[in-house]
């Protein structure tokens, strides 16, 4: 059965820190991998990862794929309070996308 | 565009009542997508369509659960009779391409469903 993984389930930090959420994956016919960040409502788009090892940047967020491992990271560099919500990693097969759980994170000021 | 639209954003029910929800894809998009989240499960996928066509409703929970789309600007997901462990958040997504095409789902606000 296709799953995603997701580590860790919550995070609680201040703002400035650093954060690192985990995904892994065990997907037939994979195809990409994608993050989601999901505030009051509904999902929105981060990044889609299609390639090993290159990273994908947009502002403080960056993430990397390690089809190696069948795992990515997403990095959150110098947390503001706004950047809490629940972030959602999702694989594509060869026509529909598998969900991960989630990971909670929560700044503080 | 207006986005993914759905109706009700929220509803609450008694358990045995019919519950019908509503969505709207963006204008374009081929591909329409219907997912149940909750605390335990995450985001399910539960059915999706191509061109109005089920392609796949492994994910239907069972056969109190149905969904149909007569047009391209219109779906509905239906459960009859409700229960309380239907009560979650469902989203409906749309988008150009499969996923595989390197395409993104574009979601709903999401109807916030309690069964009573």
């Known amino acids: 059965e296709d799953k995603v993984v997701q580590s860790p389930l919550s995070l609680v930090v201040h703002e400035g820190d650093t954060v690192t959420l985990n995904c892994s994956y065990e997907?037939?016919?994979?195809?990409?991998l994608l993050w989601y960040k999901q505030e009051k409502k509904a999902p929105t788009f981060l990044f889609m990862l299609t390639s090993s090892g290159i990273e994908k940047k947009s502002g403080r967020l960056s993430s990397i794929l390690d089809k190696k491992e069948l795992s990515s990271i997403l990095n959150i560099t110098a947390t503001q309070t706004g950047d809490s919500a629940i972030y959602l990693c999702a694989v594509s097969n060869t026509d529909k996308l598998i969900f991960g759980t989630g990971t909670r994170l929560q700044v503080f000021p | 565009d207006a986005g993914v639209i759905q109706s009700p954003r929220h509803e609450v029910t008694e358990m045995g009542q019919e519950v019908t929800l509503r969505c709207k894809p963006i204008?374009?998009?081929?591909?329409l997508f219907w997912y149940r989240q909750t605390m335990m499960r995450g985001l399910e996928l539960l059915i999706y369509?191509?061109?109005?066509?089920?392609?796949?409703d492994s994910g239907m929970p069972e056969d109190r659960f149905s969904a149909k789309m007569p047009n391209a600007s219109f779906s509905t997901l239906k459960i009859q009779p409700s229960e309380p462990r239907d009560s979650a958040v469902y989203f409906c997504a749309s988008s150009l391409f499969i996923p595989a095409a390197g395409d993104t789902q574009y979601f709903g606000p999401g109807t916030r469903l309690t069964v009573l």
């Open positions: 369509f191509n061109n109005n066509v089920p392609i796949d």
């Open positions: 997907v037939t016919n994979f195809r990409s």
């Open positions: 204008s374009g998009h081929d591909y």
